[in-house]
């Protein structure tokens, strides 16, 4: 039987898929440069050594992306979807090992993105080299994209809007799928509502502030008054009810004190608020006219931005501070830095054929039912999802809580059983 076929290449595996892990760890692809005109050169020759066809997308030539094609019986496309980018490795005195020798010791590759995400990657390249050998029922790609770290711009952004990706369902290979142990489906990611709060006032002399509007003072009255929308109660669909709960309880494993917990409980029912930049004043002796402050503000997909929007205006009006007010999102920044924006989430409901499928793949690999769960930070997806239109739901490989850490790691365990899942999807996919 194929599957059992599959499964005994990938627990045959764990040596191949750690030292390519490795290979992929040792090719520094960090933002700022972000640079994948090395590593796109080594998952080729991985793939041309097994005769499976590729290509190379490219709109900066120092950021291509590549795609391995595997051919089916049915012209229903799976594809797969994973980055070969990385965010920076920080002070190299926190690494115990050093962030690019990608080591290999007792069954974990050490190194920066081998959770977050190059071992994915790693499990997927055998996938193809498994399936290449198989009459696989459905088509496959294996897509591995530049810039993920940073909004998919040269990456799966551009892929999508340029009309490259083409599938009926999409599987992504990033974030934390809970190993064999808690095993959990990504449905989406959360969205957000940046904010940008505005304080103007009347410049004086700093020895007679009283000829003057302090901007500043202003200011500092109002942000209090736009954290309050993280006791807005969200309206979410029913059909997320659960996911949520699942959610709750995936990542309550990670909220070490009761402020964490209290935090988790509630981080989907409600908006999550942080002021992150805070401008203003220009000399010390100049009482200020302009001062401003900027506010990340997430929300659970499904729930209404507009919404949210609303009582945010009113929350800021209610505080009846002259002079202050909320920046509409097309306004930009007093220094001419960027937009702001709305960055609506997307969730793929549970209850769909393709999520019901993808469960019974990976319930079948690990041994047991996969939770559904929501992201509360962005992925490839938004681009596969949104812009491409194609349902997306993610299983990654990573290990909770070292992703853009140091001494980021990842067991050969989870990246076998991605190999599982990755190559053993498109025989439970139905459509
Ligand atoms: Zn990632």
Same mark, same amino acid.
């Given at each position: 039987?194929?599957?059992?076929?599959?499964?005994?290449?990938?627990?045959?595996? @764990? /040596?191949? =898929?750690?030292?390519?892990?490795?290979?992929?760890?040792?090719?520094?692809?960090?933002?700022?440069?972000?640079?994948?005109? !090395?590593?796109?050169?080594?998952?080729?020759?991985?793939?041309?050594?097994?005769?499976?066809?590729?290509?190379?997308?490219?709109?900066?030539?120092?950021?291509?992306?590549?795609?391995?094609?595997?051919?089916?019986?049915?012209?229903?496309?799976?594809?797969?979807?994973?980055?070969?980018?990385?965010?920076?490795?920080?002070?190299?005195?926190?690494?115990?090992?050093?962030?690019?020798?990608?080591?290999?010791?007792?069954?974990?590759?050490? @190194? %920066?993105?081998?959770?977050?995400?190059?071992?994915?990657?790693?499990?997927?390249?055998?996938?193809?080299?498994?399936?290449?050998?198989?009459?696989?029922?459905?088509?496959?790609?294996?897509? #591995?994209?530049?810039?993920?770290?940073?909004?998919?711009?040269?990456?799966?952004?551009?892929?999508?809007?340029?009309?490259?990706?083409?599938?009926?369902?999409?599987?992504?290979?990033?974030?934390? $799928? $809970? $190993?064999?142990?808690?095993?959990?489906?990504?449905?989406?990611?959360?969205?957000?509502?940046?904010?940008?709060?505005?304080?103007?006032?009347?410049?004086?002399? $700093?020895?007679?502030?009283?000829?003057?509007?302090?901007?500043?003072?202003?200011?500092?009255?109002?942000?209090?008054?736009?954290?309050?929308?993280?006791? *807005?109660?969200?309206?979410?669909? !029913?059909?997320?009810?659960?996911?949520?709960?699942?959610?709750?309880? #995936?990542?309550?494993?990670?909220? /070490?004190?009761?402020?964490?917990?209290?935090?988790?409980?509630?981080?989907?029912? *409600?908006?999550? =608020?942080?002021?992150?930049?805070?401008?203003?004043?220009?000399?010390?002796? =100049?009482?200020?006219?302009?001062?401003?402050?900027? #506010?990340?503000?997430?929300?659970?997909?499904?729930?209404?931005?507009?919404?949210? %929007?609303? !009582?945010?205006?009113?929350?800021?009006?209610?505080?009846?501070?002259?002079?202050?007010?909320?920046?509409?999102?097309? !306004?930009?920044?007093?220094?001419?830095?960027?937009?702001?924006?709305?960055?609506?989430?997307? *969730?793929?409901?549970?209850?769909?054929?393709?999520?019901?499928?993808?469960?019974?793949?990976?319930?079948?690999?690990?041994?047991?039912?996969?939770?559904?769960?929501?992201?509360? @930070?962005?992925?490839?997806?938004?681009?596969?999802?949104?812009?491409?239109?194609?349902?997306?739901?993610?299983?990654?490989?990573?290990?909770?809580?070292?992703?853009?850490?140091?001494?980021?790691?990842?067991?050969?365990?989870?990246?076998?059983?991605?190999?599982? =899942?990755?190559? @053993? #999807?498109? *025989?439970?996919?139905?459509?």
């Amino acid at each position: 039987m194929s599957i059992s076929r599959i499964y005994s290449e990938a627990d045959k595996a @764990g /040596k191949e =898929v750690a030292e390519l892990t490795s290979g992929l760890v040792k090719f520094n692809s960090a933002h700022p440069e972000g640079r994948t005109d !090395e590593i796109v050169p080594y998952i080729a020759e991985y793939l041309n050594k097994y005769g499976i066809v590729h290509e190379v997308h490219a709109t900066d030539p120092k950021k291509p992306n590549i795609v391995a094609k595997i051919p089916g019986k049915s012209d229903h496309k799976v594809i797969w979807v994973g980055h070969i980018d990385v965010v920076p490795e920080g002070k190299s005195e926190a690494w115990k090992y050093p962030a690019y020798d990608g080591v290999i010791k007792g069954g974990v590759v050490h @190194g %920066r993105g081998s959770s977050d995400m190059k071992g994915s990657c790693a499990a997927a390249m055998v996938s193809a080299r498994i399936l290449s050998k198989m009459r696989v029922p459905n088509p496959v790609e294996f897509w #591995f994209t530049s810039d993920e770290e940073i909004g998919g711009g040269a990456g799966a952004k551009w892929l999508a809007e340029s009309g490259r990706f083409k599938g009926e369902v999409c599987i992504i290979g990033d974030g934390n $799928g $809970g $190993g064999a142990e808690n095993p959990s489906i990504d449905l989406g990611c959360k969205g957000g509502a940046q904010t940008r709060l505005i304080a103007k006032g009347k410049t004086a002399h $700093g020895s007679t502030p009283f000829l003057g509007d302090n901007a500043i003072t202003k200011l500092i009255k109002v942000i209090p008054e736009v954290y309050k929308i993280g006791n *807005y109660k969200l309206d979410l669909p !029913e059909d997320l009810n659960k996911p949520i709960r699942d959610s709750v309880k #995936f990542y309550m494993g990670e909220a /070490k004190t009761p402020e964490l917990q209290k935090v988790v409980r509630r981080m989907f029912n *409600y908006p999550s =608020v942080t002021c992150n930049i805070i401008n203003g004043g220009v000399k010390i002796n =100049v009482v200020p006219d302009y001062a401003e402050a900027e #506010f990340d503000i997430r929300l659970t997909p499904g729930a209404s931005v507009s919404d949210v %929007r609303k !009582e945010i205006d009113r929350l800021v009006k209610a505080a009846n501070v002259l002079g202050v007010e909320v920046a509409s999102g097309r !306004e930009t920044h007093a220094s001419g830095r960027g937009k702001l924006g709305d960055k609506a989430g997307f *969730y793929e409901s549970p209850d769909t054929v393709f999520a019901k499928q993808f469960a019974k793949a990976i319930k079948k690999a690990t041994g047991k039912r996969p939770g559904m769960k929501i992201l509360a @930070g962005g992925t490839d997806g938004i681009s596969t999802s949104k812009i491409a239109g194609i349902p997306s739901l993610g299983y990654g490989t990573s290990i909770s809580g070292v992703a853009h850490q140091p001494n980021e790691y990842i067991t050969v365990e989870n990246l076998v059983l991605g190999i599982k =899942v990755y190559a @053993g #999807f498109p *025989y439970f996919y139905k459509p």
